[in-house]
C-alpha cells in the first residue's frame, strides 16, 4: 500500500497583483492525495491506484469581472489500473490501463468574461485528461 497527501494554502502577500494580497493562488489544489494498492504473487504483480485533486481555485476574489464565473474547479478523481509478469531474471512484460472508468474531465460552460465582450467556453475542470488509454510495454535488462 502506498499512499501521498500533500497540503497547500499558497496566497498572494499583500501588495502583489495589487487586489489579489490574501487571496489562495488559482490553478493550485489545495488538496491532492494518492493512493496506490499493489499485490505481488510469484511472477505477477498488480496495482490499483487513485489519484484525486480537490479545492481548486479558479478565480481570485480580486480577480474582477475579468476571471471565470466560478470561484472553484470541479474535483479531480482518476483510477489507473496495471499488471507485470516477470518472464524471466531479465525480462518482463506489463500491461496498463490509465483512467480505467474512463472518466470524461471537459464540461464546458459559458462566460461572460467583463459583460462587454461576447460569450466564450470555459472549462469547469481544470485539466483536459486524456480518456481511457493502454499501454504495453516490455522490458529487458542487460
Given at each position: 500500500?502506498?499512499?501521498?497527501?500533500?497540503?497547500?494554502?499558497?496566497?498572494?502577500?499583500?501588495?502583489?497583483?495589487?487586489?489579489?494580497?490574501?487571496?489562495?493562488?488559482?490553478?493550485?489544489?489545495?488538496?491532492?492525495a494518492m493512493l496506490k494498492l499493489n499485490y505481488e504473487r510469484g511472477k505477477f504483480s498488480s496495482y490499483i491506484k487513485?489519484?484525486?485533486?480537490?479545492?481548486?481555485?479558479?478565480?481570485?476574489?480580486?480577480?474582477?469581472?475579468?476571471?471565470?464565473?466560478?470561484?472553484?474547479?470541479?474535483?479531480?478523481?482518476?483510477?489507473?489500473?496495471?499488471?507485470?509478469?516477470?518472464?524471466?531474471?531479465?525480462?518482463?512484460?506489463?500491461?496498463?490501463?490509465?483512467?480505467?472508468?474512463?472518466?470524461?474531465?471537459?464540461?464546458?460552460?459559458?462566460?461572460?468574461?467583463?459583460?462587454?465582450n461576447p460569450a466564450g467556453y470555459a472549462n469547469r475542470y481544470q485539466d483536459y485528461t486524456e480518456g481511457r488509454s493502454?499501454?504495453?510495454?516490455?522490458?529487458?535488462?542487460?
Amino acid at each position: 500500500l502506498n499512499s501521498s497527501y500533500t497540503f497547500m494554502d499558497n496566497r498572494y502577500k499583500d501588495g502583489q497583483k495589487n487586489w489579489f494580497g490574501g487571496d489562495r493562488i488559482e490553478n493550485l489544489p489545495r488538496h491532492m492525495a494518492m493512493l496506490k494498492l499493489n499485490y505481488e504473487r510469484g511472477k505477477f504483480s498488480s496495482y490499483i491506484k487513485t489519484r484525486a485533486r480537490l479545492d481548486t481555485i479558479a478565480k481570485a476574489k480580486g480577480g474582477g469581472n475579468g476571471s471565470l464565473p466560478w470561484q472553484k474547479y470541479k474535483p479531480f478523481y482518476i483510477v489507473d489500473l496495471g499488471i507485470n509478469y516477470k518472464i524471466n531474471k531479465q525480462s518482463s512484460l506489463s500491461f496498463a490501463v490509465q483512467n480505467l472508468f474512463d472518466k470524461n474531465f471537459f464540461d464546458p460552460q459559458v462566460t461572460k468574461w467583463d459583460g462587454a465582450n461576447p460569450a466564450g467556453y470555459a472549462n469547469r475542470y481544470q485539466d483536459y485528461t486524456e480518456g481511457r488509454s493502454f499501454w504495453l510495454s516490455y522490458k529487458y535488462d542487460f
